[in-house]
């Protein structure tokens, strides 16, 4: 079974602050990770993506880093707000058009405090 | 802003009965995916379908499992017999390219 790890599995960060949550992927043949926010009773909707030609892709407060050699990749949140609190989720496809299907890791419940 | 339409968005029904779940994807997509969410399990890919055809349903149990898209607009996820153990919230989502968009889900819980 491919597999993407995911850690930590919750988080609490200080309004301001930047929560860091890590992923690990064993399948080489990945080409694709994205992350996906999810907030309760919502599906998860695509936040940011990266494939494995660049080191960082970074849209508005939210920046992957991707490190191909240690098969790992990161979500970072800066200045991050109470309306960021939700479950994040890494994610991982084969064929990098992004309309693949995904393997997910295990969510990371992220909580903002003001 | 275009969205993936699921119905019905909760579900409560006896074990045993079949469930029927519907998804309307967003025009224009031409790949659709069926995910299930558990506490246990996460989200787990079930099957999908590229221009209506079915790709991979190797996620799904084939017995009592069965998805199908009788044309662009309709995708269904029927359940016959239901169990207690297919309590989940079931997500339909659809893309062409960088990603795709998830409906809101169905929950169902079987008792």
């Known amino acids: 079974q491919q597999q993407v790890k995911q850690s930590p599995q919750s988080l609490i960060v200080q309004k301001g602050g930047i929560p860091i949550i890590n992923c690990a992927y064993e399948n080489t043949a990945f080409d694709y990770f994205p992350w996906y926010q999810q907030f309760p009773g919502k599906g998860p909707a695509l936040l940011i993506a990266i494939r494995p030609d660049v080191s960082e892709k970074k849209e508005g407060r939210f920046t992957i880093s991707f490190n191909k050699s240690a098969k790992q990749f990161s979500l970072h949140i800066m200045d991050s707000q109470p309306g960021d609190s939700a479950t994040y989720f890494c994610?991982?496809?084969?064929?990098?058009?992004?309309?693949?299907?995904?393997?997910f890791g295990t969510g990371t419940r992220l909580t903002i405090i003001p | 802003d275009a969205r993936v339409t699921q119905t019905p968005r909760h579900k409560v029904t006896e074990m045993g009965q079949e469930v029927t779940m519907r998804c309307q994807p967003i025009?224009?997509?031409?790949?659709v995916f069926w995910y299930r969410q558990t506490m246990m399990q996460g989200l787990e890919l079930l099957a999908y379908?590229?221009?209506?055809?079915?790709?991979?349903d190797s996620g799904m149990p084939k017995d009592r499992f069965s998805a199908e898209m009788p044309d662009a607009t309709l995708a269904t996820l029927k359940i016959q017999p239901s169990e207690p153990r297919d309590s989940a919230v079931y997500f339909c989502?659809?893309?062409?390219?960088?990603?795709?968009?998830f409906g809101s889900g169905t929950r169902l819980t079987v008792v």
């Open positions: 989502a659809s893309g062409l390219s960088d990603g795709y968009t």
């Open positions: 379908f590229r221009n209506r055809a079915p790709l991979d």
């Open positions: 025009l224009g997509h031409n790949t």
């Open positions: 994610a991982a496809s084969i064929g990098n058009f992004g309309n693949e299907k995904l393997t």
